[in-house]
Structure formats: structure tokens, C-alpha cells
């Protein structure tokens, strides 16, 4: 069986996109992706190491497969599990919400007993508020903005990975 979970949402391609870069970066012989449309409780449940993935929408509303997937959340026990969570946002259109679906989904798998790990500074963004905040120097995960800082979504991402891949005792 493969080792990481890379769960995600997407409705513009930006989120499943983003979720491919980081199978590629971590090993397709070590990570497996999953649509959170066609996913069922067991399949998170089979992982010790999960990376979820949530694009925010609007007003800081989780994307619609997301919200569906919610109430099945929120049922999982997520203890002796390390959880990695990265979001898609509008840092300008949504300066007010930007990535506020990762806060959500991270209140939840913290409030069921997740090992959080993988925090991203804020520096190099430009927004008003964000539920996705640590503190007012760290997000609770990889952040990227495909609307407005395309260009730095890769290497963002590359760093990233090597940042919390040693968290996930592959060995």
C-alpha cells in the first residue's frame, strides 16, 4: 500500500493540479492522490500520513465536494495521524478570506487529534485576514494563489515537500 494520502477538492482543475505537483515531488511509489468527490471515510482511515487539500471559495466558503465531505470529517478519528494541509485562494478578489477553507479543515482534523504539521510562513502574500493563520507570521499549511502569484506556486511547492517529508518516517 502506498504511505501518503494526497486528498483533494477541486472545481477549476487549480487544487488537483497543484496536488499532481506534489505526488510528483514526493514519489508516485510513495503517494497515492485521492478526489475527495469519490472518497469514503476508509480511505483516510487506511493512511497514518494524509495530505489534504482545499481550495477556498467565495466568501471563505470550503469548495462544494468539501462541504459534502464534512460531516464524514468530522467522524474520523484522525489520532496517530500526521496531517499536512495545503489551499488555493484569491489573495486580492478575497483579501478578507483568503485560504479560510484550510482553517476549516484544519480546526476539524485538530479538534479529532491530527499531528499537524507543515506550517508556511505568510511573508510574500498580501491580504486582509485568512482563517488559514497559525499566528500572524506562519498559515497552517502551504498557501498558493494561482490567480495572483502563479509563478512562485512550484518552487513553493518543492520547498514545501522537503520541509515536511521527514515528518512522515518513510523509512
Known sequence: MKKIGIFFGSDTG??????????????????????????VQKDIED?????????????????????????????????NKTVALFGCGDQEDYSEYFCDAVGVIHDIVKKNRANIIGK????EYFFEQSKALLNPEYFFGLILDEDRQPEKTEQRIKKWVKKIIPHFNLN
Do not use: R
Request: aromatic letters at 18%; charged letters at 20%.
Open 47 to 79: 493512511f497514518n500520513f494524509l495530505i489534504l487539500g482545499v481550495p477556498t471559495w467565495y466568501y471563505g466558503e470550503v469548495q462544494c465536494d468539501w462541504d459534502d465531505f464534512l460531516p464524514t470529517l468530522k467522524k474520523i478519528n484522525f489520532a
Open 120 to 123: 508556511w510562513p505568510t511573508k
Open 14 to 39: 487549480n487544487t488537483e493540479k497543484i496536488a499532481k505537483l506534489l505526488q510528483k515531488y514526493i514519489g508516485n511509489n510513495i503517494s497515492i492522490l485521492y478526489d475527495i468527490s469519490n472518497t
